[in-house]
């Protein structure tokens, strides 16, 4: 089959790892080719026209895997898409490769489990770190009897946490790793709830996936020249206001009451996130207490970013309409939300946006936000600019993605998380990070989305900004930390590290007690 592309030398060596094995985690971060290179793989290992590559991916990846496809090779391709009869017909269709999203392969368990495939590839394969979902089990079961079958993501280990590569390596050769018991007790520790405490072993876990996968990072030597130069500047950290100020105290100290009570409870090492929701029933008393801290933290996020999301949630709790929440009704019945209206963050993050655009007609902006409400008040704020969100369909989101990369008029591009993976956008030099996300793969998934290797710049802008004293000051912490988990495991550096932190019920106290001095 033709490739009609030159592959650069540090992807020729992954495309020859991945064909020579077959079973291939491709780790290659953000923005250095796995794309191609797995298309260039695929084009080599082909041989039965009448077993298609299957190739998952994220919904809104779906057309951009099947114009890369049509890009670099003379094979076919079908994207899966659409109503329920119109996927049937789809499955149904002779084409060299067929692209779907992971819901589909669930959806549509009946048309597809009995095929043959001549290969499996799970893109963004982080959608597949819960061994115990159903999307996870299908796509396994699926690949059980295929030969090729190569797992696509610059962040394997998404959270910090190894047990979702386990899961991740299931897919691509489940013999590497193991039975998960004998996993579990030789890579984590746990503490008296069965929750993970710290991470052990990890020069060995390296080891073991050091034959299996290929690597690269933007900082290798023979990669670096080929990248935008970063520029990671330091948060910019900004004040409340003084109405904006008394309501996160107020709420601060209600979290922290709550959190010695927690404390007393479940101990200072209990992770709120890890832990959350999985270790008692739902509706006990446990379970009740933990999403009591969580709405709390919520509204502390909320409040950094702006109060208008905080009255958004209180109406749509009011009204029974989406996802509203009943703490943050409780203030607002308090009169506690009366008279917020401004964000300090929201307007230095328009002014910095505006002075950038000002500087050069072809310079352009990404802005990533956790919160869709967040998406709406800020594309508002830049005439002509687009929203990138889960609220779009597939078609959609690559129609918003175009105009960004080829409209010239069309200079800012706001997205949540719904951007964060797989979009490549390169026609910007500024990404601001207008929150930040738990997950420290997700951070470095949402930097990457400019810093490619198709990049039009010498180099790029990353620009955060918190707010002084904030659960932002303590997510940025975070972020630092957890990344020396997968960087041990994945690259062998910092490899004595006893693993990232988390949000654990003591360290959450004591930042909320450092954050008063």
């Not at 796995?34 to 919904?59: F, G």
């Not at 159903?134 to 796509?139: E, I, L």
Request: hydrophobic content about 35%.
């Amino acid at each position: 089959m033709l490739f009609r592309s030159q592959l650069k030398p540090y992807q020729v060596e992954g495309v020859d790892a991945m064909v020579d094995r077959k079973k291939m985690l491709v780790a290659y971060e953000m923005g250095l080719g796995k794309t191609c290179m797995t298309i260039a793989a695929l084009e080599k290992l082909k041989k039965d026209k009448d077993k298609p590559m299957l190739i998952i991916c994220l919904s809104s990846l779906k057309y951009q895997w099947k114009k890369e496809i049509h890009k670099f090779s003379d094979s076919s391709a079908t994207v899966v898409d659409g109503s329920a009869k119109a996927r049937e017909v789809q499955w149904s269709q002779s084409s060299d490769y067929i692209i779907v999203n992971y819901e589909a392969v669930v959806n549509d368990w009946d048309l597809i489990k009995d095929r043959v495939w001549g290969a499996v590839v799970c893109d963004e394969a982080t959608a597949i770190k819960g061994f115990k979902s159903k999307r996870t089990r299908k796509v396994k079961d699926l690949s059980k009897n295929v030969s090729i079958r190569f797992a696509l993501t610059g962040t394997p280990i998404e959270n910090g946490k190894p047990e979702e590569l386990y899961s991740i390596m299931q897919f691509v050769d489940s013999t590497v790793l193991g039975r998960f018991d004998l996993f579990d007790q030789t890579f984590i520790v746990r503490n008296h709830f069965g929750g993970v405490q710290r991470y052990r072993n990890l020069d060995l876990f390296h080891s073991k996936m050091k034959p299996v996968s290929v690597r690269k990072t933007q900082k290798d030597e023979d990669v670096a020249p080929h990248l935008p130069a970063e520029i990671y500047l330091d948060p910019i950290v900004i004040p409340f206001d003084s109405k904006s100020q008394h309501l996160y105290k107020f709420i601060s100290e209600e979290l922290e009451n709550e959190l010695y009570e927690a404390q007393q409870l479940l101990g200072s090492n209990f992770s709120l996130l890890a832990h959350y929701g999985h270790e008692s029933q739902p509706g006990s008393a446990v379970d009740q207490m933990r999403g009591s801290i969580m709405s709390k933290i919520t509204a502390l996020r909320m409040l950094c970013d702006h109060p208008n999301l905080l009255v958004e949630s209180s109406t749509k709790f009011e009204k029974q309409e989406g996802e509203g929440s009943a703490y943050i009704f409780g203030l607002k019945d308090r009169g506690l939300l009366d008279g917020l209206k401004n964000s300090n963050k929201f307007k230095a993050v328009e002014q910095y946006v505006n002075d950038h655009l000002s500087t050069d007609d072809l310079h352009k902006v990404v802005i990533f936000t956790s919160y869709v409400g967040m998406v709406d008040l800020l594309s508002r704020s830049f005439p002509g600019s687009v929203e990138y969100t889960g609220r779009l369909n597939a078609k959609e989101k690559e129609s918003k993605k175009e105009a960004f990369l080829n409209d010239p008029k069309t200079r800012v591009l706001v997205s949540s998380d719904a951007g964060g993976y797989g979009v490549d956008l390169p026609v910007a030099n500024l990404l601001i990070n207008y929150d930040l996300p738990w997950s420290s793969g997700l951070a470095v998934q949402r930097n990457s989305r400019i810093k490619r290797t198709s990049s039009i710049w010498g180099s790029i802008i990353i620009q955060d900004f918190i707010m002084e004293g904030s659960i932002e000051e303590r997510q940025h912490q975070m972020l630092q930390q957890k990344n020396a988990v997968s960087d041990a495991i994945i690259d062998g550096q910092g490899i004595n590290s006893k693993g990232g932190i988390d949000l654990t019920v003591g360290s959450l106290i004591k930042f909320l007690q450092n954050a008063k001095k």
